[in-house]
Each structure stands twice: as C-alpha cells, then as structure tokens.
C-alpha cells in the first residue's frame, strides 16, 4: 500500500524541520529537500561539474567540496544565477524524493503517510506530486529571530505570501506557539490523514 504523501511548506524560519521532526515522531517516513540538496552538492558529480563550469573553483572550501554556503552568496544577488541553480536541483530533488516514496510503498509494511519537506511548493506546481499540503507559517518577527535573517529576505518576491499558502493548503497552522503545541497541531494532523488511508 502506498503511504499517504504530504508536503510541508512554508517560509524561512517558519519551522518546517520542526514540523518534519515532528511528523517523525508520530510515525511518518520523513525526507527533507534541504537534506537532499546537500547530499546532491556533496555527492552529484554531474552537479559538481554544472557548478564548477558556472561559478568556478571559488565555491570550494579548503578540502574541495563544494561550500554551500559560497554558493547561497553568490545566487542571493544574482537572480539570473540562482534561476539557473533551481533548474539544475530541482528536477534532482524531485527525483530523489519521489523515487524514496516509490521504496516506501515496496515495503513489507510501509508507514501510513511519508512527509516531505518541500520549500518552494506552490511556487513550482509542487502540490500535484502529494496527496495532502501542510502550511506551517509564523509571524515576520519570529522568523527573523529564528532565521536569524532581515526583512527582505523573508519576502522574497518569488514567494506566495503565507496567507495563501494557508488557503490553498489542506492542514494549515500559524507555528507562534511552543514545540508542544505544534506537536499536538501535527498528532491530530496525523490522525485525519491515517483517517484517509483507513476510509
């Protein structure tokens, strides 16, 4: 049986990986498309060629993996630059987390719901690869201060406001509170989505 598939989404600092600690806890197969993006920079050698020939050998820390970190400084001011490293990830990402969930569905005894950590969701059209969106959202000043990031990097215009991303989403929640209360808002997510699997 194929496990209910979720995305998780919502802004920088909004408390996505907290959510997707969370989802774990209650049972969950969980993947982050953070994580795979790391593991594409550090182990693609097809990325690491794309990157070298784009960017050069400036992105390389001092053992010669690629600095993710280098990287995210040139692409924040360069929008052109940070389309183009989209379009290199992100087919890869969805390959890897899509290819995860097939795997989990060949399991003798597969969880009831996966849940994916995806960033940029609606942004991309995302949604039509899951069964089921959870919006995690929080106010401007908890963001920064969890982000530790300014203003406009919150808002990058690319962005759906976090108002729509609530209303499109099928489970949405504004994540203000403490980790205890965003672990009851997920357990009782997880009960109407085993709920589906169940009918």
Known sequence: MRPVAVAITGGIGAGKTEALRSF???G???ISSDDIVHQLLREDEEVR?????RFGTGILDDAG??????????VFADREALAWLEALLHPRVVATYLEWRDSLAQLPDPPAVSATEVPLLYEVEGEKRFDAVVAITAPDDLRRERAQVSSPELRERRLLPDEEKIERADFGYV???????????VAETMRALRARTAS
């Open 24 to 26: 774990a806890r209650h």
């Open 28 to 30: 969950a197969a969980t």
């Open 49 to 53: 060629a794309a990157l070298l020939d």
């Open 65 to 74: 993996n690629v600095d993710r970190a280098a990287i995210s400084r040139i």
């Open 175 to 185: 994540n203000d509170g403490t980790r205890q209360q965003l672990d009851e808002f």
